[in-house]
């Protein structure tokens, strides 16, 4: 069967908690023909058979069952290597999708006339693609994300870094660029590599605000913190060795780009008052909390925040309340 997309899902115990309702949540996409590849690293009997059941359940689930642990890279480049469709979506178990969310990412790479790297905004990452949400479940957090969508309008930015919670991509770009370094082992770096392979390459990264999908976070390392921390400071060295020690951009910095950017969308005829106005108080509030514990930092950085602050008052003619409530 052709399918529209193949959606590639890391597996790894704890069904119940994680891959069981991330495929519940893409049962709800019925607007694209989806091929869902399970890669299975080796989980445990009851993984097992929650996935064997989820399959017979649904005709679109594939499994890829291996016997071992092939680390997130590895896995991933299994489930790409037998994927029927020539987009492919790398999805962490730990997600929920909104309906449209996928759709929107294909939409985008089939209309493209280059190479792209694709990515969505979501509740939890350590980029500027995480927006501002303050529900306490699930449901609430998806509810504002579904608020934010309607408010995307088509709207993207470019970055210099994905996190790979939700990558989407054409097959061909995934394996011109050699897929993920599986040198990098169970987890930690590999988007980072990819991510700089791609731009030393002249494939943009591109984040889309309009589609959002909901990110639990270190699903795969809960309770295993030491470990978390060995595998971050070894791939570390791992990835500074392969591309040289830059310093790096942090999150606030960024967020405070996207800000910028949105001002240049109403600087060149775009309906600031609407969409470009929720996603900015989003972000400013993002922005609080991005807030450095440093005195002197705080300083300097509040003193940015303001200035673009300022400059949407003016942009939009609004006293501060009525733009950010």
């Given at each position: 069967?052709?399918s ?11 069904f ?16 694209l ?9 080796g ?14 359940r ?42 449209n ?23 939890a990452?350590g ?29 993207f ?32 770096y ?16 591109l984040?889309?605000e ?7 976070g ?10 978390v ?24 910095e ?13 600087a ?58």
């Open positions: 069967m052709i529209d997309l193949s959606v590639v899902i890391l597996s790894y115990n704890n119940a908690e994680t891959t069981g309702p991330c495929l519940e949540s893409l049962a709800r996409v019925r607007d023909n989806l091929e869902l590849l399970v890669v299975d690293n989980s445990d009997e009851l993984t097992r058979c929650g996935l064997a059941e989820a399959a017979r649904d005709e679109r689930i594939r499994l890829v069952l291996n016997e071992r642990n092939r680390g997130y890279a590895g896995g991933n480049n299994d489930g790409v290597a037998v994927a029927g469709s020539d987009l492919i979506v790398l999805l962490n178990s730990d997600t929920r999708v909104l309906e969310s996928l759709s929107l990412l294909a939409a985008k790479l089939q209309t493209s006339s280059i190479p792209l790297v694709l990515g969505p905004v979501t509740n990452a980029t500027e693609q995480q927006i501002f949400c303050n529900g306490n479940t699930i449901e609430e957090i998806l509810s504002q994300g579904t608020t934010w969508s309607k408010n995307g309008c088509g709207s930015f470019g970055t210099d870094q994905l996190t790979f919670f939700c990558v989407a991509m054409c097959r061909k770009t995934y394996l011109d660029l050699g897929g993920l370094d599986e040198s990098f082992g169970i987890g930690f590999e988007d980072a590599d990819f991510c700089r392979r791609a731009t030393g390459q002249g494939v943009p990264l984040v889309m309009e589609a959002f999908v909901y990110h639990q270190s699903a795969s390392f809960a309770g295993e913190p030491e470990k921390r060995r595998l971050l400071k070894e791939n570390r060295r791992r990835f500074e060795k392969k591309h040289g020690k830059n310093k790096d951009t942090h999150v606030r960024k967020n405070l780009r996207v800000l910028k950017g949105y001002l240049k969308e109403a060149v005829g775009h309906d600031f008052l609407s969409s470009s106005a929720y996603r900015f108080a989003n972000r400013i509030r993002r922005a609080h909390e991005l807030t450095p514990n440093n005195y002197l930092k705080k300083i300097v950085y509040w003193s940015q925040v303001r200035r673009v602050k300022q400059a949407a008052l003016r942009v939009a003619n609004l006293q501060e309340d009525e733009l950010f409530g």
